[in-house]
């Protein structure tokens, strides 16, 4: 896979390129032949898909050792450590690995109880997105949303190469819910995506090894 920059342009037209709509507010699990060393075992949210190409957030991929916290401490968003005023579930969230591009950038995909006004993207009625320091000021003083993950870097595909990454079996698509985006159990995302549009694992690993 070629990751590109994507434009994060809001909503599309509902007309498919590959015979629906397109897959904002979707996921994609990727298949076990799917080997890339970014993309290998990945459940990614589709949060911008057009026909100039689609830009996603990888959500099962932590990164070694980096916590909320230290992110905040390493951005000036706080001081000192115990500046912030964290709730208990976010002192222990981790930071993803989002995607190849722009790996130094921050992004939250979060609940939509929070509104960065311009800066916030509205993917559908429920997740946002929103890639500026307010929305991690926000947090730490518990002041942000109620629900979020954070992400350093993104995927991105350009015009018509997601289309024909999942037209050659490279990816499946599967719907999201709250429990699959937020929640910080990324060791069983991958399995629990495959539960969610009935796949077995085992039956994948045993086709792909006979392809």
């Known amino acids: 896979m070629r990751p590109h920059r ?3 342009d809001g909503k599309h037209d509902v007309t498919g390129t590959i015979g629906k709509k397109f897959l904002d507010g979707q996921c994609l699990v990727a298949m076990p032949a799917l080997q890339d060393q970014f993309f290998a075992r990945a459940v990614v949210y589709i949060c911008a898909h057009s026909e100039e190409g689609a830009m996603g957030l990888i959500l099962n991929h932590p990164s070694p ?9 390493q951005l000036k968003v ?5 500046h912030a005023k964290l709730s208990p579930h976010l002192e222990v969230m981790r930071v993803l690995n989002g995607g190849p591009v722009e790996t130094t950038r921050g992004f939250v995909l979060h609940s939509a109880d929070y509104d960065g006004g311009e800066s916030t993207l509205a ?3 429920d997740v946002h997105l929103t890639a500026t320091l307010d929305i ?20 991105g595909w350009s015009a018509g190469q997601l289309e024909s990454e999942i037209l050659a079996n490279s990816w499946m698509v599967c719907p999201a819910d709250p429990a699959l985006l937020f929640d910080q159990d990324h060791e069983t995302k991958y399995e629990r995506a495959l539960h969610a549009i009935g796949v077995d694992l085992g039956f994948l690993s045993e086709q792909a090894g006979h392809a």
């Open 65 to 73: 050792g980096v916590s909320l916290p230290e992110l905040l401490l």
């Open 123 to 125: 993917i559908d009625r």
């Open 6 to 8: 994507a434009p994060l």
């Open 136 to 155: 991690l000021r926000a947090m730490a003083m518990n002041e942000g949303p109620r629900q979020a993950v954070l992400a350093l870097g993104y995927a």
């Open 78 to 82: 706080v001081d000192a450590p115990g």
